[in-house]
Nanobody
Framework: QVQLVESGGGLVQAGGSLRLSCAAS????????MGWFRQAPGKERDFVAT????????DYADSVKGRFTISRDNAKNTVYLQMNSLKPEDTAVYYC??????????????????WGQGTQVTVSS
């Protein structure tokens, strides 16, 4: 099993950047597909980005494509989300999630086995 702790959220101006981190514990991290999701006020938790256990495959929501980059460092048991050109509509609580012992990608909330606690990202106009 995997435990996840997120960090890196904060308040930035539109057009700025943030780098979110999700540190994992558990010896199965390197075999876990990882994803980032976000939940804005009044909305459901939505898919943002995902990366396979090897880092060789990844995917993004259309709303963040070209602006966000997901990466992982299995030696550090950490997955990252680099967010550039931030917009006010990116404001949300961001969550990382893991699907244990899985070779594919995790795009659907119901496929997540473990969640982090979430970190608030606020983008001012």
């Amino acid at each position: 099993q995997v435990q996840l702790v997120e960090s890196g959220g904060g308040l930035v101006q539109a057009g700025g950047s943030l780098r979110l981190s999700c540190a994992a514990s558990g010896r199965t991290f390197s075999s876990s597909a990882m994803g980032w999701f976000r939940q804005a006020p009044g909305k459901e938790r939505d898919f943002v980005a995902t990366i396979s256990w090897s880092g060789s495959a990844y995917d993004y929501a259309d709303s963040v494509k070209g602006r966000f980059t997901i990466s992982r460092d299995n030696a550090k048991n950490t997955v990252y989300l680099q967010m550039n050109s931030l917009k006010p509509e990116d404001t949300a609580v961001y969550y990382c999630g893991a699907k244990n012992n899985y070779l594919g990608l995790v795009r659907l909330q119901h496929n997540v086995d473990y969640w982090g606690q979430g970190t608030q990202v606020t983008v001012s106009s």
